[in-house]
């Protein structure tokens, strides 16, 4: 029998069984993502810290490493918590599912151990079989590369598999698409070539259309879910909103990818194209906030799920911020001449991947929390209190804010001293980096990061005990037309 409040994985079907193990993971390697940060931020400011031990190149890939991966996690735990839901019948194929969870989780931590011990070393074909790739974001050496492709064709046939057994909903029918696409561009990422501009245009198909195509549909697919279970939003309106938040990302998201073809030595076409459709980009993040906060407005905020509804607004928010505004600042040609590679960048990058991604999957911690602990009331007056949850949302916030603006101060004065003022030259490179309007910056980046792993701690803190004093069960679902 469920006992409410009480965390008990009887109350969860297979697939979601199998989400949790992946959330579980996911939290982890976010905390890691956390502490590899802090540490390559105070290696800005202490250049000599874990010099020889934890160098800043090994430092920073394990952070971004770290930071896809478990997004990933996060997003195939999703996927595997909604499946059933949605298809309406068990996950196919489960066994094989587990299995691949349990290969994929080995194949990170072995892929980690070898990056932090064989730091330094020639780069040759047999390094990038065992240690790296060095491709930015994805370095993952190619044994690791074949593993995870084998461990995501198996998820991708257990959500496809299971949705033709059971019904195709509009959301299964997106999601199963995108992940042949999300899938897929992987391939790209493999492809290795010594002539370096055709290997970085390679390299974008993968970073490009995985963040600004791929994941953003899946997103979208994650809201559509995530406003049907928090407010009681009819299939019919999340549904059509989905299909045309992803016309619309496709139909700039796919060309926008020329803004990465400026100065890679592609032709000189891109300028336009790139400029022209990348500016577009912002275009369906507006959809996406409508949606959100108009389907929010309409039920009045009456959520069954508190916590949840607050991260799925604020991926809304973020998303269009983050992604929409930071992104469109550097995205024309003319703008981009002057801060392409500078801090700027870090700053949309840092609130991009914050405010489209890491909102979501924490919007889907809680919804699995909320289910685990047998359907526990999570709306207001939540019993032990909700100021966990609402500090924790603050403060990850606050630091992520923070550390966006002054990452973009930073940013702004090497845009104007070493490229407008000094001519891109190597004086004026360490000019730009030993001014202080650099140094401040690079200090303030790194206050927003404390405060940052304040309000991840909370976090975690919040998901393993919210709920766990109430005894009432969910608020109904009220459906509006
Ligand atoms: C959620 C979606 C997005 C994420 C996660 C994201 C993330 C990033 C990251 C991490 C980089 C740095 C890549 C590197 O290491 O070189 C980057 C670069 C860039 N992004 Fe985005 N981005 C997103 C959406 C957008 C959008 C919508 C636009 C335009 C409207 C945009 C414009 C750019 C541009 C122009 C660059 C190149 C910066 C440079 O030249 O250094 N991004 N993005
Ligand atoms: C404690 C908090 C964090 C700190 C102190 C921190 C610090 C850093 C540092 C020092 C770098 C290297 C920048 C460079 O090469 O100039 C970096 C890169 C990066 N970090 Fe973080 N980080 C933190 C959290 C996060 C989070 C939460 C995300 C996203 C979810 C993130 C995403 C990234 C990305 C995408 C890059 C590559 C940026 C680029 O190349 O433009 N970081 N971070
Ligand atoms: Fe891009």
Known sequence: MTVIGKLDSSNLNGGQKLGLKYFSVAVVLFGAQVLFGLLAGLQFLYPDLLFGVLDFSVNRMVHINAMVVWLLFGFIGSSYWLLEDEAGVPVVGLKLGNLGFW????????VVLVYLLIQIGDGTH????????GREYIEAPRWADIGIVVCVLVFFYNVAATFTKGRFTGVGGVLVLDLVALAGIYLAGMYFTPNISMDQHWWWWVIHLWVEATWEVLVGCLMAYGLMKTLGVRRKIVETWLYIEVALMFGSGILGL??????IGTPE??????????ALEPVPLVAMVVHAVFDAGHHKLKSTNHPALAWIIAQAFGNFFGAGVWGFMHTLPQINLYTHGTQWTASHGHFAFFGAYVTMVIAFFYIAVQKWRGNVYMSGNIAGGAWKWKWALALLHIGMLAMTMALLIS??????IERAIGGSDWVAYFTAQAHPWFVQGMKWRQIGGWIFAAGFVLLVWDLLTIGKRETRPAQALVQID
């Not at 076409?269 to 990348?278: D, E, K, L, R």
């Not at 940013?411 to 104007?416: I, K, L, N, T, V």
């Open 103 to 110: 290969i994929l989780t080995l194949a990170v931590v072995v």
């Open 126 to 133: 047999t390094s990038i079989w065992l240690i790296n790739e």
């Open 258 to 263: 020329g803004h990465h073809y400026f100065w």
């Open 269 to 278: 076409y891109w300028f336009a194209i790139g400029g022209f459709f990348s």
């Open 411 to 416: 940013g702004y004065e090497q845009s104007h």
